[in-house]
T-cell receptor, first 114, second 114 residues
Framework: NAGVTQTPKFRVLKTGQSMTLLCAQD?????MYWYRQDPGMGLRLIHY???????AKGEVPDGYNVSRLKKQNFLLGLESAAPSQTSVYFC?????????????FGPGTRLTVT | EDKVVQSPLSLVVHEGDTVTLNCSYE??????LLWYKQEKKAPTFLFML??SGIEKKSGRLSSILDKKELFSILNITATQTGDSAVYLC????WGSGNTGKLIFGQGTTLQVKP
């Protein structure tokens, strides 16, 4: 049981380049989330998904797109990277089961845009 | 606008000291408050609090919620260098669609010196 995994772990992009971050979970969780973490700002929600084929915007969605074609995978895309998107990106998943609402986090992807 | 504020933002103590971390929130339709510990990588779950006045305890860590005054505290007794980390507070609110979204505070960086 690998939990939540993210690829890649590190990436350096030039301004204007595109890339996709992959999040995978093997816990059969319905809900998945993408956050970014910047110094002094905690975690901010970018996009989330409450099930296969559905996505919704979070707190800071501009410049990002997502897709959830399979229940276990949640992709985060940057179409034209900007230096302001330099950050650490975390994926999380969650299963609503009675009153258990814990989110499980992946190890993170450190992205630098030059 | 929903918000979560943690204090202090950073703290330096010596081994054996007791520390108290604070989390206050302004959230419409509060559901639960969660504490996470983050050591350079993914946040790991510590506690979930939903009811006022009921202390949750795990070893040297404990936490309590006050829903009237809208805050929570996380106590760590007999601190060890391994407690050095960023401690994150997050709040979930009831909302349409039952999305499970969390609103995070900025985090408190704790450094425990030998």
């Amino acid at each position: 049981n690998a939990g939540v995994t993210q690829t890649p772990k590190f990436r350096v992009l030039k301004t204007g380049q595109s890339m996709t971050l992959l999040c995978a979970q093997d816990m059969n969780h319905e809900y998945m989330y993408w956050y970014r973490q910047d110094p002094g700002m905690g975690l901010r929600l970018i996009h989330y998904s409450v099930g296969e084929g559905t996505t919704a915007k979070g707190e800071v969605p501009d410049g990002y797109n997502v897709s959830r074609l399979k229940k276990q995978n949640f992709l985060l895309g940057l179409e034209s990277a900007a230096p302001s998107q330099t950050s650490v990106y975390f994926c999380a998943s969650r299963k609503l089961r009675d009153w258990n609402y814990e989110q499980y986090f992946g190890p993170g992807t450190r992205l630098t845009v030059t | 606008e929903d918000k979560v504020v943690q204090s202090p933002l950073s703290l330096v103590v010596h081994e054996g000291d007791t520390v108290t971390l604070n989390c206050s929130y302004e959230v419409t339709n509060f559901r639960s408050l969660l504490w996470y510990k983050q050591e350079k990588k993914a946040p790991t779950f510590l506690f979930m609090l939903t009811s006022s006045g009921i202390e949750k305890k795990s070893g040297r860590l404990s936490s309590i919620l006050d829903k009237k005054e809208l805050f929570s505290i996380l106590n760590i007794t007999a601190t060890q260098t391994g407690d050095s980390a960023v401690y994150l507070c997050a709040v979930e609110a009831w909302g349409s669609g039952n999305t499970g979204k969390l609103i995070f505070g900025q985090g408190t960086t704790l450094q425990v010196k030998p």
